[in-house]
């Protein structure tokens, strides 16, 4: 099993539509939460972080945790042609204070 | 403010050869990471500095990929020889420690490695 599972996609969504992406993880001793947005050819760059349970909104985007389940996701709302990229979930390991990354989910807005 | 730097943006070289990528890390970021991103995957570790120190090199290909911070600014990534293998995306990162940890890494452009 790997440490941080994604789906690998396509997710494809109309533009305006919500944009829902998912992450489970293995290491329950997990605090710490990452989703990084990466545009094909560039490197990872950071959208939000979570550290509590619930969720945590900036702008258009949500982040939800839920560590019972050892699940985290990403919301976008009114999604944009411009937010077609791979989302990259990252968590930190509980030792170490590393950040291990999952393989990535792409979307595709269609406008 | 800069952000974190790395040359050069790609190399190609024949495999056996030596390759040596740099990275400036954000000012005042004392922990340093390389990342190593194959095709299709996320970024994997290859090791962790915190300052000068070398504090997670597991992941790191010890017999012909070497790494150095000399006074803990700039970093410094070899890999001799090179294989065919090693072809990916090399990336720096930098994180500030804050209360809860870090609040994640800024990574850099990275360096596109392609052995032929």
């Given at each position: 099993?790997?440490?941080?599972?994604?789906?690998?996609?396509?997710?494809s969504v109309p533009e305006g539509a919500i944009a829902s992406l998912n992450c489970t993880y293995s290491d329950r001793g997990s605090q710490?939460?990452?989703?990084?947005?990466?545009?094909?050819?560039?490197?990872?760059?950071?959208?939000?972080?979570?550290?509590?349970?619930?969720?945590?909104?900036?702008?258009?985007?949500?982040a939800q945790l839920n560590k019972a389940s050892q699940y985290v996701s990403l919301l976008i709302r009114d999604s944009q042609p411009s937010?077609?990229?791979?989302?990259?979930?990252?968590?930190?390991?509980?030792?170490?204070?590393?950040?291990?990354?999952g393989a990535g989910t792409i979307l595709r807005v269609k406008s | 403010e800069a952000g974190v730097v790395q040359s050069p943006r790609y190399?190609?070289?024949?495999?056996?050869?030596?390759?040596?990528?740099?990275?400036?890390?954000?000012?005042?970021?004392?922990?340093?990471?390389?990342?190593?991103?194959?095709?299709?995957?996320?970024?994997?570790?290859?090791?962790?500095?915190?300052?000068?120190?070398?504090?997670?090199?597991?992941?790191?290909?010890?017999?012909?990929?070497?790494?150095?911070?000399?006074?803990?600014?700039?970093?410094?990534?070899?890999?001799?020889?090179?294989?065919?293998?090693?072809?990916?995306?090399?990336?720096?990162?930098?994180?500030?420690?804050?209360?809860?940890?870090?609040?994640?890494?800024?990574?850099?452009?990275?360096?596109?490695?392609?052995?032929?």
């Amino acid at each position: 099993q790997k440490e941080v599972e994604q789906n690998s996609g396509p997710l494809s969504v109309p533009e305006g539509a919500i944009a829902s992406l998912n992450c489970t993880y293995s290491d329950r001793g997990s605090q710490s939460f990452f989703w990084y947005r990466q545009y094909s050819g560039k490197s990872p760059e950071l959208i939000m972080f979570i550290y509590s349970n619930g969720d945590k909104e900036d702008g258009r985007f949500t982040a939800q945790l839920n560590k019972a389940s050892q699940y985290v996701s990403l919301l976008i709302r009114d999604s944009q042609p411009s937010d077609s990229a791979t989302y990259l979930c990252a968590v930190n390991a509980e030792y170490g204070n590393k950040l291990v990354f999952g393989a990535g989910t792409i979307l595709r807005v269609k406008s | 403010e800069a952000g974190v730097v790395q040359s050069p943006r790609y190399k190609i070289i024949e495999k056996k050869q030596p390759v040596a990528f740099w990275c400036n890390p954000i000012s005042g970021h004392n922990t340093l990471y390389w990342y190593r991103q194959n095709l299709g995957q996320g970024p994997e570790l290859l090791i962790r500095y915190e300052n000068e120190e070398a504090v997670d090199d597991s992941q790191l290909p010890k017999d012909r990929f070497s790494a150095e911070r000399l006074k803990g600014v700039d970093s410094t990534l070899k890999i001799q020889p090179a294989e065919l293998g090693d072809s990916a995306v090399y990336l720096c990162a930098s994180s500030q420690e804050g209360r809860q940890g870090h609040y994640g890494y800024t990574f850099g452009s990275g360096t596109r490695l392609t052995v032929v």
